[in-house]
């Protein structure tokens, strides 16, 4: 069964630090993986995707992310973050051939202090 | 337009209660998707839509869970004698595309807390 693993539940950060929030899947075959952040009392929205191509995608509001099919990972990054970006952040995969459903991860929240 | 919109936001029921927890989808969005997340955990997938036709029920937890989406817009997600363990957010969302993984627009979540 495919799973996603964020190893990292809570990320503390100080305003304009970088940041990388950690994802891992396990799946044997094609997947689409997700991005997606949930700010207090929000719904889920769609931080970046990965379909095909390239394996850097760029985002909203300055984050991006990595495929690494040999690794099994697909990690968030953002060079420079604020105050904003506190927030939880879940990372999901969607397997080829499937009608679309997501398997989520537990989430990581960041949290940016000034 | 308008986003995915859930009611009601928040819902307190007594245990053995019936509960109804509506959808309505982005306009036009043929996929809806209904997925269920208890505190600290990611959602977890429940049941998913094309048009009315419901495609995969796979994750309702039991048959005391059931959805329907009879005019392929508006999707209604009931359970039926509810339990303490059913309190969670449950979440909808809706793709514009079948067949193949796209965006999925979420709606900000129904509470639900059974007593």
């Known amino acids: 069964a495919q799973s996603v693993t964020q190893l990292d539940s809570q990320v503390p950060v100080f305003e304009e630090a970088p940041v990388e929030l950690r994802c891992n899947y396990s799946?044997?075959?094609?997947?689409?993986l997700f991005w997606y952040v949930q700010y207090p009392n929000q719904g889920l929205q769609l931080l970046l995707k990965?379909?095909?191509?390239?394996?850097l995608v760029k985002g909203i509001n300055g984050f991006e992310a990595e495929f690494n099919k040999s690794q099994t990972s697909f990690h968030l990054r953002k060079p420079s973050v604020h105050i904003s970006d506190t927030a939880e952040y879940f990372c999901?995969?969607?397997?080829?051939?499937?009608?679309?459903?997501?398997?989520f991860g537990k989430g990581t929240k960041l949290s940016v202090k000034p | 337009g308008a986003g995915v919109s859930q009611s009601p936001r928040y819902k307190v029921t007594k245990r053995g209660q019936d509960v109804a927890l509506r959808c309505d989808p982005i306009?036009?969005?043929?996929?809806l998707y209904w997925y269920r997340q208890a505190l600290g955990q990611g959602p977890e997938f429940l049941t998913y839509?094309?048009?009315?036709?419901?495609?995969?029920k796979s994750g309702l937890p039991n048959d005391r869970f059931s959805a329907e989406r009879p005019e392929g817009s508006i999707s209604t997600l009931t359970i039926q004698r509810t339990e303490q363990r059913d309190s969670a957010m449950y979440r909808c969302?809706?793709?514009?595309?079948?067949?193949?993984?796209?965006?999925?627009?979420f709606g900000p979540g129904t509470r639900l807390t059974v007593l």
């Open positions: 969302a809706s793709s514009r595309v079948r067949g193949r993984p796209d965006t999925q627009y």
């Open positions: 799946s044997s075959v094609s997947v689409y």
């Open positions: 990965y379909l095909s191509g390239s394996t």
């Open positions: 999901a995969v969607s397997v080829g051939g499937s009608q679309g459903n997501l398997i």
């Open positions: 306009s036009g969005h043929v996929s």
């Open positions: 839509f094309n048009y009315e036709a419901q495609q995969d």
